[in-house]
């Protein structure tokens, strides 16, 4: 969501030793252990090579001292060295005698830092029955519960740290803002986060709430129940009616290019649930008007509901779709597709697709002959991959499909094998370049009874997009593509190209 997580981090890490920084529990003079005294005075310096130096000395010169103990490990925290910074920790509070009860409080710091939670949690419990720094307990308490995902303890934590300590309120309204969205409540997390700007508008931690908000913004927009998207673009095709490559099978054919106007119209309805479950329903419109071969206009319609289940990190849908479409304002063709899709993200920035699918069609003209009929079932199953880039503005995908189309006639049963590669580059804000190609094998199951020969095809299909958003949600496209139908029946082998631009228009 915020693009800036380098900085999120730093300010996380400035965060964390602001409001935890080393606390000189001791004051008074160590006469008969001097590199204790000398350790101390290095630690407050920020000297802190010269602290380990000189505490291992001391620890070395009163291996029974909790106090050598304890700056020692407080030395080593500060020089991110956990493993050396909890032993003498636990030396410190646990070992040793007197113990230094504000080791607690240290040591819950550093199981958090090197991931142990639940031992963090463990050593809190300890810190606030020994009421050590309550204020800065209550803030960690909060940061190791959210990590844990127990979000709401998590808030109640950072509320109490910010009762007890003013200097810990914007810290605290900030992680509460965090916790919020965590628990999908962006409306109360943006308050929150106006609150840390309005405590210091100048700080990083305002800095990084401000993206908050514009983020949270965006999603609210793309969030809505109701989504409309409408197109209008010109297209060049130069070969309208697939003429075959081999002129010997063309039979001469000229003037197969054209013109062709082409409208679009799609709407999407999700209504938001606050569980897992949720629903789609979609509608989408195509229409072309040839300005020569008027027989080929096509308008198609397809409705299409879409129910799904949703966790943190993966999706299980149903596409249940009808699709109608008139060729030449004739009915021409009708189609019910089922398919069940799983959606996951293995790794963060990267997102894994399976999908099955089952499809029913019905040619609504009758064929010329039964070996033509088209009419057919449909099987296919597919996988994909995705890896996002440049804050999810750019992606990489691959992916495979296997099909299986058993048609009425014998002239058109076939198993296909498809492999696709699509990338999109983001050139600018407000610019976006995309890449695509295919290639799509197609084993035909029964020697063609017009050509009498089993037919093979492999269709090769390369596109380039260059979209530019002209001002908020209306975006300019300028697309090419490439067709090549090679077949070893002369009559399906061909080539096209297709150059188009067009308006896109989101609301």
């Not at 032993?87 to 830092?113: M, S």
């Not at 209504?271 to 020569?292: T, V």
């Not at 129910?307 to 009708?334: H, K």
Request: glycine share 6%; hydrophobic share 35%; net charge negative.
């Amino acid at each position: 969501m915020i693009h800036s997580r380098k900085l999120f981090y730093i300010l996380q890490a400035v965060l964390l030793f602001t409001v935890f920084s080393p606390c000189i529990i001791l004051s008074q003079d160590y006469t008969a252990n001097p590199e204790l005294n000398q350790g101390i005075a290095d630690l407050k310096a920020e000297n802190y090579e010269e602290a380990v130096v000189n505490l291992t000395k001391a620890r070395k010169n009163d291996p029974s001292s909790s106090i050598a103990a304890y700056y020692l490990g407080l030395a080593y925290k500060q020089q991110q060295e956990y493993k050396e910074a909890i032993i003498h920790l636990k030396d410190a509070v646990y070992t040793l005698r007197p113990g230094v009860k504000d080791g607690f409080l240290d040591l819950a710091e550093l199981y958090y830092y090197t991931g142990q939670s639940e031992e963090s949690l463990k050593q809190l419990g300890f810190a606030e029955e020994k009421n050590v720094r309550p204020a800065q307990t209550a803030f960690l308490k909060g940061l190791v519960l959210m990590r844990l995902e127990r979000n709401k303890e998590a808030m109640e934590a950072f509320n109490k740290a910010k009762s007890l300590e003013a200097s810990l309120v914007q810290a605290a309204n900030y992680q509460i803002g965090v916790a919020l969205i965590k628990e999908g409540k962006g409306e109360e997390a943006g308050r929150m986060f106006r609150e840390v700007i309005i405590a210091d508008p100048n700080s990083d931690m305002a800095q990084i709430a401000n993206q908050y908000i514009e983020a949270l913004s965006r999603r609210a927009e793309e969030e809505r129940p109701l989504r409309l998207s409408v197109g209008a673009s010109y297209q060049y095709d130069d070969n309208v009616i697939l003429k075959p490559s081999d002129q010997t099978a063309s039979g001469g054919i000229t003037g197969e290019e054209d013109s062709v106007y082409i409208a679009t119209l799609r709407a999407e309805y999700a209504p938001r649930f606050s569980g897992p479950l949720g629903i789609k329903a979609q509608y989408s419109l195509y229409y072309n008007d040839h300005e020569k071969f008027g027989s080929y206009d096509v308008i198609s319609q397809t409705i299409a509901l879409v129910p799904g289940y949703t966790t943190r990190d993966s999706m299980l849908n149903m596409l249940l779709s009808y699709n109608y479409t008139w060729v030449d304002d004739d009915e021409y063709l009708r189609a019910g597709t089922v398919s069940p899709g799983y959606t996951f993200m293995p790794w963060p920035d990267q997102m894994a697709q399976a999908a099955l699918r089952y499809q029913k069609k019905e040619y609504l003209k009758p064929p010329f002959t039964m070996n033509e009929d088209r009419d057919a079932q449909e099987y296919a199953a597919s996988l994909g991959w995705f890896y996002f880039f440049a804050g999810a503005k750019g992606f990489v995908n691959v992916k495979y499909e296997i099909s299986k189309e058993d048609t009425e006639g014998k002239n058109w049963d076939y198993m296909g094998n498809k492999g696709s590669l699509n990338i999109a580059l983001p050139l600018s804000r407000d610019t976006k370049f995309t890449v695509s190609g295919e290639a799509y094998y197609q084993q035909f199951d029964e020697t063609n009874t017009n050509f009498l020969k089993k037919r093979k095809d492999t269709t090769y299909t390369a596109l380039a997009m260059l979209s530019y958003e002209i001002i908020r949600k209306w975006e300019i496209q300028l697309q090419y593509v490439y067709i090549r139908d090679d077949s070893n029946i002369a009559v399906y082998d061909y080539d096209k190209n297709i150059t188009s631009i067009g308006v896109e228009v989101k609301y």
